[in-house]
Nanobody, 122 residues
């Protein structure tokens, strides 16, 4: 059974940084592209970043380009999201997801974590 467990969320001030982690189990991690999505109450889940099986290809939402970095460590079955220059607009629940193909469409992803809350506030 596949499990994705996010960690690293919390409360930070505007301008600060945070690193999210997502540990995978029950799957051959290197066979899956991984994505990060976020969701605020009343809105659909939105794409943040995705990374290919090997980590050689990444894609970002325009709103996070230059501020967020997605990476993965296949030896540790873990994907990361390094977030910097955070603003209140980044406040959301952040989810990691796995799919053999990946991409920006959340409907394509097979497996999801439970989410971790990120709150940016002074």
């Amino acid at each position: 059974q596949v499990h994705l467990v996010e960690s690293g969320g919390g409360l930070v001030q505007p301008g600060e940084s945070l690193r999210l982690s997502c540990a995978a189990s029950g799957m051959t991690f290197s066979d899956y592209a991984m994505g990060w999505f976020h969701q605020v109450p009343g809105k659909d889940r939105a794409f943040v970043a995705a990374i290919s099986w090997t980590g050689g290809s990444t894609v970002y939402a325009d709103s996070v380009k230059g501020r967020f970095t997605i990476s993965r460590d296949n030896a540790k079955n873990t994907v990361y999201l390094q977030m910097s220059s955070l603003s209140s607009e980044d406040t959301a629940v952040y989810y990691c997801a796995a799919d053999p193909q990946g991409g920006k469409n959340p409907a394509k992803y097979d497996y999801w974590g439970q989410g971790t809350q990120v709150t940016v506030s002074s």
